[in-house]
């Protein structure tokens, strides 16, 4: 969500990421909704949600991370 944003952001590092899992997820493919709750010139704090393909109603995990940007 954040190279989407910005785009190609060279030196763009990871300097937290929490993920709680909730469920196990079924055996089928993993659906991400990813949002961006702040972004300034120095970091982004993004929060992404993961369910399990048709079954959109159980979050199967939540993660959130912050990146660190290159001034």
Not at 26 to 43: G, K
Request: aromatic content about 4%; overall charge neutral.
């Amino acid at each position: 969500v954040v190279l989407g944003r910005l785009g190609r952001v060279e030196m763009a590092v990871t300097s937290n990421l929490n993920i709680n899992f909730l469920v196990k997820p079924q055996p089928v493919d993993l659906l991400a909704e990813a949002s961006i709750l702040r972004l300034s010139r120095r970091q982004a704090v993004c929060e992404v949600s993961l369910y399990s393909a048709g079954n959109e109603a159980e979050l199967v995990a939540h993660v959130t991370g912050t990146y660190a940007l290159p001034i």
